[in-house]
């Protein structure tokens, strides 16, 4: 019994010693959550390493208790970036993202704390998306933009991308929006200089709602706190010439046909000597694929 106790003492010195090292080369962030005055419990916490615009990955996740209250202890000194994640709600300290957060330097042994974020609820669009022959698009991205007092357009983005996405039948809802007026709109420029990843599976004409390619047609959204803005549907244009591409993928060596194997295609753009990625499509069973919607 006593090398029992000798053991589990053992144990607890040397988990005591290893939390010491952590708060010797790191140090921890606390602080608390609430939304009107009242604690949050339960809500999660992110902390990302890096600054507002350069961010590295997540290194640590936590969730507040019973009072609202988190501590994270992060093993290293550094840059840190702390997000809440709570369905519905926002805090938009940080510009054109749907969720704010809060930028941290730690320096070894630091205890920071009054890291609080006081949340408000978020508003909500939602809406279907469909093709020029009326068929529901799944898996596209939804774009939103902001506009300013000044009349600036700040484009929105969620730190989740699959948030602003539709799902197989063309449905998307995007919540946590934080109250202001908004344009939506799906697809890309046809001149569009810049590489583009999942934005479906055919080339989509930026369209904004209601169904005008043109920005100065486009038809403003009010998004107020805890409010729901529905039937916000878009029907993407029809490109004025389009073009349909097909090939096969054929093994060099046995000459069997490629099944599920990935074809990116994309549109280069002379002027800026660059190429704009629409998609990442795949073989079928034949090792044939088939791109619609191509301009010139």
């Known amino acids: 019994m006593n090398y029992f106790i000798q053991a589990i003492g053992f144990f607890v ?15 921890t962030i606390s602080g608390k959550v609430t939304v009107s005055g009242k604690s949050i419990p339960g809500a999660q916490i992110l902390v990302l390493q890096g600054s507002l615009n350069t961010r590295n990955g997540r290194v640590a996740k936590v969730e ?32 054109g993202s749907l969720r704010g957060g809060q930028a941290v330097t ?69 919540y946590g929006i934080p109250p202001g007026k ?3 709109s799906v697809g890309i420029k046809p001149d569009a200089s810049s590489a583009t990843f999942g934005v479906g599976r055919t080339y989509i004409p ?33 490109p004025e010439k389009s073009f349909r591409l097909t090939g096969k993928v054929i093994d060099a060596v046995t000459g069997k046909p490629i099944v599920g194997i990935g074809v990116v295609y994309g549109k280069y753009t002379s002027a800026e000597n660059a190429v704009t990625l629409f998609s990442n499509l795949k073989t079928n069973a034949r090792g044939e694929f088939q791109i619609n919607g191509l301009t010139t």
């Open 106 to 174: 730690l320096a070894k042994g630091d205890e920071i704390t009054g890291i609080d974020f006081s949340l408000k609820s978020g508003g909500v669009v939602t809406g279907r998306i469909f093709s020029f022959d009326n068929k529901p698009i799944g898996n596209t991205s939804i774009k939103l933009q902001r506009i300013e007092s000044d009349g600036k357009k700040t484009p929105i983005y969620p730190i989740n991308p699959f948030l602003a996405r539709t799902d197989d039948r063309g449905i998307y809802r995007i």
């Open 182 to 184: 908004y344009l939506v």
């Open 206 to 238: 930026l369209t904004y709602f209601p169904n005008t390619t043109q920005e100065e047609s486009a038809q403003i959204i009010e998004v107020k706190e805890g409010k729901e803005n529905t039937n916000i549907d878009i029907t993407a244009q029809r």
């Open 13 to 27: 010195l040397l988990c005591t010693a290893f939390l010491t090292g952590l708060a010797q080369d790191g140090g």
């Open 64 to 95: 507040t208790d019973i009072e609202g209250q988190y501590k994270v202890t992060l093993p290293k000194e550094g840059n840190y970036f702390v997000i809440p994640l709570t369905s519905g709600f926002t805090f938009t300290s940080e510009p």
